[in-house]
């Protein structure tokens, strides 16, 4: 190591040194010679000593590299955690965000990610939840080639940030070039990225940013593309659309429809992997030579035909040999020129209609095929195709309602997929034909032709119905999957009827295959979901428990019946042991699945905190409900129906307190993240606007309560069957404040209607119909019929004394205002 | 937790004035872990995008931990370098770290002989200047310090005049013998018209 010479050489050469250095340079040589005479040995080390000190070296070029900023930056990453992630240091930067390494221990397990931070903090809410969503859809993109997304979130700064699998890779132009990779070489990694891309396009995601940095190759050889859907995700609202823009682009790999400020669609990646192919092919990029003024680079993209992918190769070969691709032009001339040519149209309905058909041309060259790029026919052909398949081009407002359906349906499709990975590849196909029955479905939605008529989310959801029911005959697995998953997507809107039919339908298939256990298990999960959304309780646990012993091993899709069963038994609170011990159950299956997943355990621990609420063990609720927030509020966002609940059950334990204004503000947070993802007229919505009623009666605010009743009611009547529990439920805190408010008649009539639909439910004894009945009497006395009402009182006496505070208190200010002093109004 | 206490700060004295090795040795992780606090808050202040520059960072936590005595010239110096060699030792530190974080890749492992001049970015390089101002300090600590402030400290010629009590000459030329010595060390090979 160490390269000095020993001290005493040190001292003479030092000595001299610095006599040579108090020279002029000119007379230095002279002096070595003169001083050297007689240690001719040191004359040639102190030359080299001399030449060391005349030029800069690496001292100075320290401190002109990264290095010290490097350094500096890492010790801010290493000081930081975002949302757990603890950041290592930095490995890049740029203009919109900086890319760090982070680690988090995840149940034991240390997992690694790139952590992108983006540079600008999202300011408004709704720009928020935006990115939330969209980053909920990155989730489930599940493809080799493509950078896992991990988890993302809002830092405390407001800054989003998203944490995606570490590749250590190169990019893929140096790749290519630094193993020399041949033309069939980089047509087999281009069309590896291709696919990965493909993928992302059936779930409706457009990356809009493919460029070699975002397309590493790891060490394995495996193509990873980097940053999916990231440019959507952050994408700022329409008013600042130039403004994301102009940081997002440059000329070098943006589409002319980009720089036009359209929005990016699939065949905006078409034309991006254009320019990658001409690119990998040519060794240099097609409008290279404007690259040195940006606005005559920027015109050029947007009107100049790009150059034949052989004609620039030439050029490559001419300027620098070394650096080209080793292939002859000669090669790319023809069928090649033409596809990349095709790729790169100006007029994105004159390119290839999709990234899959860019890639059948390249497999069909490589094969020796004729390519369909050829012809002037398959320019008609693509341009009447392309109509029908712009939808991810989403702009349009109807468009968007649309692709909010298509978004529910894949996500949940992607989830069963996810679940069902380890078991079959007859899964994965019957998956991918479900999806792309999907996208065809959806693709008829065109947002062109909806102008005008109003597509509504349940019409394209009836052709799909509709579509099943004739068709897939040969096919009646893929049937029952998609039988499923439209009947799963009508159950999230709340339509149950339709729900029930489709997932019936797929239930009564699935009993038919003695091998299709795990497939039935999940249908019958989703069945009992849907029955005890219409509180057809014993159904709904009839369901899940056949759900359990049909889901054998497998621990996925176990979990997912044990949870099902555990909350239908919580709601049918008489057996909450039993529904503690399914949801104990779920939570310990949850945990032994391969890689546990923390979103999952949160809201299995969820539920069983609703228990300890149903159980009255509020501080135990209350520890569980934080816990489950902690996880999943910071992941999914308030909007997410997962935390809206949790948020719901947290309402629920402040009214149980008696804590009615934080009841209050916590309905009002569930109604408003309810009401944006479900709409005003959903059932889920009017019953916890019937809960927020309550609570504002219990405040005294009986205005604002019998307004929230009415408008609850109305909606329960017209979604859910006539003697829903629900309804009930609201005609009885309704009744009550239609009476502080002077309506006896009315309030009369809400609870007699209320009582027959107890009815039905209890037995005659029940507490809850005793309620109802106390209710009864306190409308009666205002009719002025007093000895019936007093006969009532004392009937239901036993039931309601039995019952926690503040029930027994009530009922005693009930008996005493019909035994004693009658109230100002009855006299 | 990020202030200097007291007690660190007298010691920090102390061991400025005295220059005893071992107490330099122990108040060295105070200035140590101050220099990374002010490049954090620096970095936070910047939120991200700024190039960091070090002259900035090393001045600030000078004056930090200055600020807490009044300092004789003297001191100021032994401070600075203190300073000046905490930053030496991060960016040291971080350099080491992207090395292990390459080991086992297709890397090759680099002779010191074959470092270029064009590699100071290189983990590499910057380890092996870092042993050769270790080699270099056994026999000159004064020129290593004077490295040290230029290139870690970010200083000009006249502070570096000012803080080793020298005229800005001298200086120069005992950059010019820096840049021979750690030239030896690194044996750079610079080119045909050295070349023995």
């Given at each position: 190591?160490?390269?000095?010479?020993?001290?005493?050489?040190?001292?003479?050469?030092?000595?001299?040194?610095?006599?040579?250095?108090?020279?002029?340079?000119?007379?230095?040589?002279?002096?070595?010679?003169?001083?050297?005479?007689?240690?001719?040995?040191?004359?040639?080390?102190?030359?080299?000593?001399?030449?060391?000190?005349?030029?800069?070296?690496?001292?100075?070029?320290?401190?002109?590299?990264?290095?010290?900023?490097?350094?500096?930056?890492?010790?801010?990453?290493?000081?930081?955690?975002?949302?757990?992630?603890?950041?290592?240091?930095?490995?890049?930067?740029?203009?919109?965000?900086?890319?760090?390494?982070?680690?988090?221990?995840?149940?034991?397990?240390?997992?690694?990610?790139?952590?992108?931070?983006?540079?600008?903090?999202?300011?408004?809410?709704?720009?928020?939840?935006?990115?939330?969503?969209?980053?909920?859809?990155?989730?489930?993109?599940?493809?080799?080639?493509?950078?896992?997304?991990?988890?993302?979130?809002?830092?405390?700064?407001?800054?989003?940030?998203?944490?995606?699998?570490?590749?250590?890779?190169?990019?893929?132009?140096?790749?290519?070039?630094?193993?020399?990779?041949?033309?069939?070489?980089?047509?087999?990694?281009?069309?590896?990225?291709?696919?990965?891309?493909?993928?992302?396009?059936?779930?409706?995601?457009?990356?809009?940013?493919?460029?070699?940095?975002?397309?590493?190759?790891?060490?394995?050889?495996?193509?990873?593309?980097?940053?999916?859907?990231?440019?959507?995700?952050?994408?700022?609202?329409?008013?600042?659309?130039?403004?994301?823009?102009?940081?997002?682009?440059?000329?070098?790999?943006?589409?002319?429809?980009?720089?036009?400020?359209?929005?990016?669609?699939?065949?905006?990646?078409?034309?991006?992997?254009?320019?990658?192919?001409?690119?990998?092919?040519?060794?240099?990029?097609?409008?290279?030579?404007?690259?040195?003024?940006?606005?005559?680079?920027?015109?050029?993209?947007?009107?100049?035909?790009?150059?034949?992918?052989?004609?620039?190769?030439?050029?490559?070969?001419?300027?620098?040999?070394?650096?080209?691709?080793?292939?002859?032009?000669?090669?790319?001339?023809?069928?090649?020129?033409?596809?990349?040519?095709?790729?790169?149209?100006?007029?994105?309905?004159?390119?290839?209609?999709?990234?899959?058909?860019?890639?059948?041309?390249?497999?069909?060259?490589?094969?020796?095929?004729?390519?369909?790029?050829?012809?002037?026919?398959?320019?008609?052909?693509?341009?009447?195709?392309?109509?029908?398949?712009?939808?991810?081009?989403?702009?349009?407002?109807?468009?968007?309602?649309?692709?909010?359906?298509?978004?529910?349906?894949?996500?949940?499709?992607?989830?069963?997929?996810?679940?069902?990975?380890?078991?079959?590849?007859?899964?994965?196909?019957?998956?991918?034909?479900?999806?792309?029955?999907?996208?065809?479905?959806?693709?008829?939605?065109?947002?062109?032709?909806?102008?005008?008529?109003?597509?509504?989310?349940?019409?394209?959801?009836?052709?799909?119905?509709?579509?099943?029911?004739?068709?897939?005959?040969?096919?009646?697995?893929?049937?029952?999957?998609?039988?499923?998953?439209?009947?799963?997507?009508?159950?999230?809107?709340g339509?149950h009827?339709?729900?029930?039919?489709?997932?019936?339908?797929?239930?009564?298939?699935?009993?038919?295959?003695?091998?299709?256990?795990?497939?039935?298990?999940?249908?019958?999960?989703?069945?009992?979901?849907?029955?005890r959304d219409d509180s057809h309780l014993?159904?709904?646990?009839?369901?899940?428990?056949?759900?359990?012993?049909?889901?054998?091993?497998?621990?996925?899709?176990?979990?997912?019946?044990?949870?099902?069963?555990?909350?239908?038994?919580?709601m049918r609170d008489?057996?909450?042991?039993?529904?503690?011990?399914?949801?104990?159950?779920?939570?310990?299956?949850?945990?032994?699945?391969?890689?546990?997943?923390?979103?999952?355990?949160?809201?299995?621990?969820?539920?069983?905190?609703?228990?300890?609420l149903s159980?009255?063990?509020?501080?135990?609720?209350?520890?569980?409900?934080?816990?489950?927030?902690?996880?999943?509020?910071?992941?999914?966002?308030?909007?997410?129906?997962?935390?809206t609940a949790?948020l719901y059950n947290l309402a629920r334990l402040e009214e149980r307190r008696g804590k009615f204004a934080e009841a209050e503000t916590h309905f009002n947070r569930v109604l408003g993240a309810e009401t944006?993802?479900l709409g005003a007229e959903h059932p889920d919505v009017a019953i916890d606007r019937t809960r927020l009623a309550y609570v504002q009666g219990e405040r005294g605010n009986y205005e604002q309560a019998e307004r929230n009743f009415a408008d609850a009611l109305a909606i329960l009547r017209a979604k859910l069957p006539a003697d829903h529990k629900r309804i009930a439920e609201n005609q009885m805190g309704y009744a009550e404040a239609l009476l502080e408010r002077g309506q006896a008649k009315t309030s009369e009539a809400h609870i007699d209607e209320a009582i027959q639909i107890l009815a039905k439910h209890f037995k005659d004894d029940d507490w809850r119909l005793a309620e109802a009945r106390r209710i009864q009497a306190r409308a009666w006395l205002r009719l002025d019929r007093r000895?019936a009402a007093l006969a009532l009182l004392?009937k239901i006496g036993?039931a309601l004394r039995?019952q926690p505070p503040p029930i027994p208190a009530r009922y005693e200010a009930a008996l005493a205002e019909a035994?004693?002093?009658p109230p100002a109004a009855g006299? | 937790?990020?202030?200097?206490?007291?007690?660190?700060?007298?010691?920090?004295?102390?061991?400025?004035?005295?220059?005893?090795?071992?107490?330099?040795?122990?108040?060295?992780?105070?200035?140590?872990?101050?220099?990374?606090?002010?490049?954090?808050?620096?970095?936070?202040?910047?939120?991200?995008?700024?190039?960091?520059?070090?002259?900035?960072?090393?001045?600030?936590?000078?004056?930090?931990?200055?600020?807490?005595?009044?300092?004789?010239?003297?001191?100021?110096?032994?401070?600075?370098?203190?300073?000046?060699?905490?930053?030496?030792?991060?960016?040291?530190?971080?350099?080491?770290?992207?090395?292990?974080?390459?080991?086992?890749?297709?890397?090759?492992?680099?002779?010191?002989?074959?470092?270029?001049?064009?590699?100071?970015?290189?983990?590499?390089?910057?380890?092996?200047?870092?042993?050769?101002?270790?080699?270099?300090?056994?026999?000159?600590?004064?020129?290593?310090?004077?490295?040290?402030?230029?290139?870690?400290?970010?200083?000009?010629?006249?502070?570096?005049?000012?803080?080793?009590?020298?005229?800005?000459?001298?200086?120069?030329?005992?950059?010019?013998?820096?840049?021979?010595?750690?030239?030896?060390?690194?044996?750079?090979?610079?080119?045909?018209?050295?070349?023995?």
């Open positions: 190591m160490n390269r000095l010479p020993d001290s005493e050489r040190w001292q003479w050469l030092d000595a001299a040194l610095r006599a040579m250095l108090e020279l002029d340079p000119a007379e230095r040589e002279r002096a070595i010679a003169a001083r050297c005479a007689d240690h001719p040995e040191l004359a040639a080390e102190l030359r080299r000593l001399v030449g060391y000190a005349d030029q800069a070296g690496p001292l100075e070029r320290i401190g002109q590299s990264a290095s010290l900023a490097d350094a500096l930056d890492a010790i801010s990453a290493r000081a930081g955690t975002i949302g757990g992630w603890r950041l290592l240091h930095r490995i890049g930067a740029g203009g919109m965000a900086e890319v760090f390494l982070a680690e988090r221990d995840n149940e034991g397990v240390t997992q690694r990610a790139a952590l992108k931070l983006m540079a600008r903090g999202l300011g408004s809410a709704e720009l928020r939840a935006r990115f939330l969503r969209e980053r909920n859809i990155l989730a489930r993109l599940s493809d080799a080639r493509i950078a896992r997304y991990f988890d993302g979130g809002i830092a405390d700064d407001g800054h989003p940030w998203l944490a995606m699998e570490y590749v250590d890779g190169r990019p893929i132009d140096r790749y290519c070039h630094e193993e020399n990779l041949t033309l069939r070489k980089r047509l087999d990694v281009f069309r590896e990225v291709c696919g990965a891309v493909a993928h992302a396009h059936r779930h409706l995601i457009v990356h809009r940013d493919i460029k070699p940095s975002n397309v590493l190759v790891s060490r394995d050889g495996q193509v990873k593309l980097l940053d999916f859907g990231i440019a959507k995700a952050l994408a700022a609202d329409d008013e600042d659309a130039t403004h994301t823009r102009s940081r997002l682009l440059t000329p070098h790999n943006a589409s002319p429809e980009q720089l036009r400020g359209e929005p990016a669609s699939t065949v905006t990646d078409v034309f991006l992997l254009g320019l990658l192919l001409f690119e990998l092919l040519a060794g240099r990029r097609p409008y290279a030579q404007f690259e040195s003024d940006p606005f005559l680079h920027e015109q050029a993209v947007r009107e100049q035909d790009p150059p034949a992918p052989s004609a620039a190769l030439a050029d490559s070969l001419r300027l620098n040999r070394a650096s080209a691709p080793p292939i002859a032009p000669a090669e790319l001339r023809g069928d090649l020129d033409v596809i990349v040519l095709a790729a790169l149209r100006k007029d994105p309905a004159a390119r290839y209609s999709s990234v899959e058909r860019l890639d059948e041309d390249i497999a069909a060259w490589i094969e020796g095929r004729p390519v369909a790029a050829r012809g002037d026919r398959v320019g008609y052909r693509l341009r009447k195709w392309l109509g029908r398949h712009r939808l991810a081009a989403v702009g349009a407002s109807a468009a968007l309602l649309v692709a909010g359906v298509y978004t529910i349906l894949l996500v949940r499709q992607n989830r069963l997929v996810a679940e069902q990975r380890d078991h079959a590849t007859v899964a994965a196909a019957q998956a991918a034909a479900v999806k792309d029955f999907l996208l065809d479905l959806f693709s008829e939605a065109d947002p062109s032709k909806a102008l005008g008529e109003k597509l509504s989310v349940g019409a394209v959801l009836e052709k799909g119905s509709a579509r099943i029911a004739d068709g897939f005959a040969g096919q009646p697995r893929v049937r029952a999957e998609m039988l499923h998953t439209i009947g799963a997507a009508y159950h999230a809107l339509n009827t339709r729900a029930r039919e489709l997932v019936g339908k797929a239930v009564e298939l699935r009993r038919q295959w003695p091998d299709a256990g795990v497939e039935l298990s999940r249908s019958l999960s989703e069945l009992a979901a849907i029955e014993d159904e709904s646990i009839a369901l899940a428990r056949e759900a359990v012993q049909r889901a054998g091993t497998d621990v996925h899709t176990r979990a997912l019946a044990l949870n099902a069963l555990g909350v239908g038994l919580l008489q057996e909450l042991g039993a529904a503690r011990q399914a949801l104990d159950e779920a939570l310990i299956v949850y945990r032994t699945w391969p890689t546990p997943d923390p979103i999952r355990i949160a809201i299995a621990q969820g539920n069983r905190a609703a228990i300890d159980d009255g063990k509020l501080d135990a609720a209350e520890t569980g409900l934080a816990a489950a927030l902690d996880v999943l509020a910071p992941r999914l966002g308030d909007i997410h129906p997962e935390v949790l944006q993802v000895e004392q036993p039995a035994q004693g002093v006299h | 937790m990020g202030e200097s206490t007291d007690p660190s700060v007298s010691q920090l004295i102390a061991a400025c004035a005295d220059d005893d090795e071992s107490l330099l040795a122990r108040v060295f992780p105070l200035v140590y872990t101050e220099l990374k606090q002010v490049a954090h808050r620096a970095l936070l202040r910047a939120s991200g995008n700024a190039t960091l520059s070090t002259t900035a960072l090393v001045n600030e936590a000078y004056v930090k931990l200055a600020a807490h005595a009044k300092l004789a010239v003297n001191d100021r110096s032994h401070l600075f370098a203190l300073c000046a060699r905490a930053m030496r030792q991060i960016v040291v530190d971080h350099a080491r770290r992207r090395q292990a974080d390459k080991r086992g890749g297709q890397q090759p492992a680099m002779s010191l002989s074959g470092i270029e001049p064009d590699s100071a970015d290189r983990p590499e390089t910057i380890v092996a200047i870092d042993e050769a101002l270790g080699a270099l300090s056994e026999r000159d600590p004064r020129l290593v310090r004077l490295i040290e402030y230029r290139v870690f400290g970010g200083l000009d010629t006249r502070q570096i005049a000012e803080l080793l009590d020298l005229t800005p000459r001298s200086v120069q030329l005992e950059w010019l013998r820096a840049r021979a010595w750690v030239g030896q060390a690194l044996a750079l090979n610079t080119g045909p018209d050295v070349a023995p």
